[in-house]
């Protein structure tokens, strides 16, 4: 029996009394189910080729960092994960950058100052309205992954009037929470836990992510980076505190209870072997095609699940998500 198995039936064990303590194991591996790190000390690798970064200054004070690459077609917003950014993109960027424009972003207060007061989905989706005024582009396709596909869902209810199409990737915010499960999260997911994970099962973490429970070698440098940053404890620190908001922010600005009122067209994408969503551990009986269920209340909506995937689709299959992605904005 592997770790993964072994840690699915840990928990149906603890079901009856979830609040009675639960095995550090069992602690350590939930934070693999909202964590995907990349790019936390801006370090090249050689075998991914990096793009410009470019900084855009918001009307409301904060910076944004962000690729600018291709040209011409349609002009596609990039939203990257839970504790990721935009190098989260950087396997499938060569893929459509000869037929549209991308612009993949970080999202603000990441790493660069203490505060959590700007972190939120709903502020997030204000921050993307502001770097689309700054670029001055009034409508682009918005594409987000994992967190940022809540994130993007938001917007999308939001400010209809400024998103051509809506494309969302293994994304957050279908799956729904009760208020137990939600506290569970609220008494687990603590700085020390995050802070005291092992550098194996920091690992472990990231392989969950992909196909096959491996990291691929071009993703190496996420956990180089990844490990890096632990060496930094000031911005470790910072690290972990984003996460913990993030986390909280997904559980308490849900978007599950919206989803009828999205009118715009939208492609759902999931992996067949997500081991993220839906959350293993606290719904061990459910699966993808549970989810695909609730992204279809989005009225005007494709969803496809692609074998050979896991979390981290476009990282798993570039070409193939890219043919899925340049088939469905196409009519633009």
């Known amino acids: 029996m592997n770790?993964?198995?072994?840690?699915?039936?840990?928990?149906?064990?603890?079901?009856?009394?979830?609040?009675?303590?639960?095995?550090?194991?069992?602690?350590?591996?939930?934070?693999?189910?909202?964590?995907?790190?990349?790019?936390?000390?801006?370090?090249?690798?050689?075998?991914?080729?990096?793009?410009?970064?470019?900084?855009?200054?918001?009307?409301?004070?904060?910076?944004?960092?962000?690729?600018?690459?291709?040209?011409?077609?349609?002009?596609?917003?990039?939203?990257?994960?839970?504790?990721?950014?935009?190098?989260?993109?950087?396997?499938?960027?060569?893929?459509?950058?000869?037929?549209?424009?991308?612009?993949?972003?970080?999202?603000?207060?990441?790493?660069?100052?203490?505060?959590?007061?700007?972190?939120?989905?709903?502020?997030?989706?204000?921050?993307?309205?502001?770097?689309?005024?700054?670029?001055?582009?009034?409508?682009?396709?918005?594409?987000?992954?994992?967190?940022?596909?809540?994130?993007?869902?938001?917007?999308?209810?939001?400010?209809?009037?400024?998103?051509?199409?809506?494309?969302?990737?293994?994304?957050?915010?279908?799956?729904?929470?009760n208020n137990k499960e939600r506290a569970w999260f609220e008494t687990y997911i603590t700085k020390d836990v995050l802070k005291n994970q092992s550098n194996e099962q920091i690992k472990k973490n990231f392989d969950i992510n992909f196909h096959g429970d491996t990291i691929p070698e071009s993703a190496s440098f996420m956990l180089k980076e990844r490990l890096d940053l632990k060496l930094d404890s000031l911005r470790y620190g910072r690290y972990i505190d984003y996460i913990i908001t993030c986390i909280h922010s997904m559980l308490n600005e849900p978007v599950h209870q919206e989803l009828s009122k999205i009118n715009t067209p939208t492609l759902v994408v999931f992996g067949k072997e997500d081991k993220l969503i839906p959350n293993a551990i606290l719904h061990s009986t459910l699966d993808v095609e549970d989810i695909i269920i609730q992204a279809n209340l989005i009225p005007n909506s494709t969803s496809i699940i692609l074998d050979r995937a896991g979390h981290f689709v476009q990282w798993d299959l570039n070409q193939l998500l890219s043919d899925k992605i340049k088939q469905f904005i196409k009519p633009i």
Not at 85 to 114: G, R, V
């Open 3 to 177: 770790n993964y198995t072994r840690l699915k039936n840990e928990f149906k064990s603890l079901n009856k009394g979830l609040f009675r303590g639960a095995p550090s194991l069992l602690i350590t591996s939930i934070v693999a189910l909202f964590i995907l790190t990349e790019n936390l000390l801006g370090q090249e690798n050689t075998t991914m080729k990096f793009p410009t970064e470019k900084i855009a200054k918001l009307s409301n004070g904060e910076q944004m960092f962000y690729y600018k690459v291709g040209q011409g077609g349609s002009n596609i917003l990039l939203i990257h994960g839970l504790g990721s950014d935009k190098k989260a993109w950087l396997n499938i960027l060569p893929m459509l950058t000869e037929d549209h424009t991308l612009y993949a972003i970080d999202l603000p207060k990441y790493l660069d100052t203490d505060s959590t007061a700007g972190i939120g989905m709903k502020k997030y989706a204000e921050d993307l309205l502001l770097f689309m005024n700054e670029i001055r582009i009034d409508k682009m396709v918005v594409c987000g992954h994992s967190m940022g596909g809540q994130v993007a869902m938001h917007f999308a209810l939001a400010y209809p009037d400024r998103i051509q199409k809506l494309i969302l990737l293994a994304p957050a915010g279908l799956e729904t929470f």
